[in-house]
């Protein structure tokens, strides 16, 4: 079956530094790949996406590149702010309308 | 666009009683919703899958007839909680997609309702 591992946090940074959440998956076919953010108290808001092996999703400075070779889906951003401060989720899905398979979350504390 | 909404944000309940939790896509028409559930510090565990004027599909270990959903429209659907119970108590969250107008290999996601059980 479908699964999605990323790293265990929580991760605590300090502001204006890079960072990077591992994400890394199994799938039987070429799913699409998804970041979901959840601020506290709220649900999940989407993040970015990318759909295709080299596709490279981006979104309020936060990137990811599509990696079919390494299954991956890394999250990356180069200067983070205490409002990103937040559980970051990796997830897939095998094709449009189906369910999203999630990872673990990872929480990310900015102290400023 | 894609807004989903829950209600209620919050419940609290007494043991045994009921419980209904509302979602609706406010600007598109989900043919597909799902429920999750949502433990503390802990990632969504998928409960059912939603399609508009069919019967759910549970996950596997889900009680079908403690989780009742029901997804009477394009913009509707309902879970209810029945004979609540305090292992009960836990954040829900609904997701849709959507039909013709948003993206749909996406799902949109409600803000979630917190179930407490007494």
């Known amino acids: 079956g479908n699964s999605v591992t990323q790293m265990e946090g929580p991760v605590t940074l300090s502001e204006e530094a890079f960072l990077t959440i591992n994400c890394t998956y199994t799938a039987t076919g070429y799913p699409s790949l998804f970041w979901y953010v959840q601020y506290p108290g709220e649900g999940l808001q989407l993040l970015l996406k990318?759909?295709?092996?080299?596709d490279k999703g981006s979104n309020k400075g936060f990137e990811a590149t599509y990696r079919k070779e390494t299954t991956s889906f890394h999250l990356e951003k180069g200067s983070v702010q205490v409002s990103d401060s937040a559980v970051y989720f990796c997830a897939l899905s095998e094709a449009a309308g189906n369910k999203l398979t999630f990872g673990g979350g990872t929480r990310v504390l900015v102290k400023p | 666009g894609a807004v989903v909404s829950q209600h209620p944000s919050r419940v609290i309940c007494k043991s045994g009683t009921s419980v209904k939790i509302e979602c609706r896509s406010l600007d598109f028409q989900a043919t597909t919703m799902f429920w999750y559930r949502q433990f503390p510090k802990k990632s969504l565990m998928l409960m059912a899958t939603?399609?508009?004027?069919?019967?759910?599909?549970?996950e596997q270990g889900v009680e079908k007839d403690k989780f009742l959903i029901n997804h009477a429209s394009l913009t509707l659907s309902t879970l209810t909680v029945t004979s609540a119970h305090p292992e009960d108590s836990s954040f829900y969250i609904c997701?849709?997609?959507?039909?013709?107008?948003?993206?749909?290999?996406?799902?949109?996601f409600g803000p979630g309702t917190r179930l407490t059980v007494l």
């Open positions: 997701s849709a997609f959507g039909a013709s107008g948003t993206s749909t290999d996406t799902q949109y």
């Open positions: 990318a759909t295709k092996a080299d």
């Open positions: 939603s399609n508009e004027g069919s019967k759910a599909t549970y």
